[in-house]
T-cell receptor
């Protein structure tokens, strides 16, 4: 069935390096994609979003890339910091405003 | 702090019991969403309410129900609890017409 999935369950990067978290989606009708960050013991926190009519969107230290041809979404974090350690979820909105979340990627930033 | 509050923070109960989880959305947000987060299923959408009316339904079991009150707070009722219902339950809210959802801290439910 339609689903949102993540390529890697865990990612370890060194402090200061750039991080790239990938996500594959299968619902070509999705109009909206969003990345959330979840720290231990907390609820998901919005990071950045992108609509299907865009290829790239930049925020503060984060960039989201959307490749509709291969149904791929990525989150790039520049100069990764220890505070970036968390689980990152991609989500899509196939219909209405409810979100369909992927399984999550755990990002570990090492000194 | 997202502005969304959830109570209780933790809940431990026995199989077969019924519990009620409560959520207060951000001030001004009319939409409330409920999600279940378990280790094997990840974050799953359960149900959405908008200004007191049910707007969308996801993978919500028949044993579960929700409502949104005139003051916009919402409650999720879980009945005939099973061990597999143990999970984190999150509430989120958003303004009308926005995909950006703000999540509460969650309620951790443990069914023994």
């Amino acid at each position: 069935g339609e689903s949102v999935g993540l390529h890697l369950p865990t990612l370890s990067v060194q402090e200061g390096d750039n991080s790239i978290i990938n996500c594959a989606y299968s619902n070509s009708a999705s109009d909206y994609f969003i990345w959330y960050k979840q720290e231990s013991g907390k609820g998901p926190q919005f990071i950045i979003d992108i609509r299907s009519n865009m290829d790239k969107r930049q925020g503060q230290r984060v960039t989201v890339l959307l490749n509709k041809t291969v149904k791929h979404l990525s989150l790039q974090i520049a100069a990764t910091q220890p505070g970036d350690s968390a689980v990152y979820f991609c989500a899509e909105s196939p219909a209405g405003y409810a979100l369909n979340f992927g399984k999550g990627t755990s990002l570990l930033v090492t000194p | 702090d997202s502005g969304v509050t959830q109570t209780p923070k933790h809940l431990i109960t026995a199989t077969g019991q019924r519990v009620t989880l409560r959520c207060s959305p951000r001030s001004g947000d009319l939409s409330v969403y409920w999600y279940q987060q378990s280790l094997d299923q990840g974050l799953q959408f359960l149900i959405q309410y908008y200004n007191g009316e049910e707007r969308a339904k996801g993978n919500i079991l028949e044993r579960f129900s929700a409502q949104q009150f005139p003051d916009l707070h919402s409650e999720l009722n879980l009945s005939s609890l099973e061990l597999g219902d143990s999970a984190l339950y999150f509430c989120a809210s958003s303004v009308e017409g926005s995909y950006e959802q703000y999540f509460g801290p969650g309620t951790r439910l443990t069914v023994t």
